[in-house]
């Protein structure tokens, strides 16, 4: 039997740069539970497509403070499809933004968030 250990989650989220900032552990430990590593994972990064930043001065700050060349970010634009006539501070902000959760979500060993138990 698999056990979802929830401070071992809590721990790995706090110890990382971004995903402690937009990922809501309280609610995550107190509201879900996870059979797998897989299921954990999937719920994670379907809380980071909901990641956003909005705000010209915010997104303008992120930018300058992750990417001040504009490089990595416009070169996100491009994987999805954007358009420079669709492109604002605020979407380039929030395409780097998730990229950057998302690689830190992928540096994270969940398998430390299950523990497995032989049943009584």
Do not use: H, W
């Amino acid at each position: 039997m698999t056990t979802y250990n929830t401070a071992a989650l809590e721990q790995l989220i706090e110890s990382s740069n971004y995903l402690k900032d937009y990922i809501d552990v309280p609610y995550i430990t107190t509201s879900e539970s996870f059979d797998s590593e897989d299921e954990l994972r999937d719920y994670l990064q379907e809380r980071i497509t909901e990641a956003e930043i909005i705000y010209y001065k915010t997104a303008i700050e992120f930018l300058a403070d992750n990417d001040c060349s504009l490089g990595e970010s416009f070169g996100l634009a491009s994987e999805y499809g954007y358009t420079v006539d669709k492109l604002n501070s605020e979407i380039l902000a929030t395409l780097l933004l998730q990229s950057k959760l998302s690689d830190e979500l992928s540096e994270l060993d969940l398998s430390e968030c299950f523990t497995e138990s032989e049943e009584a």
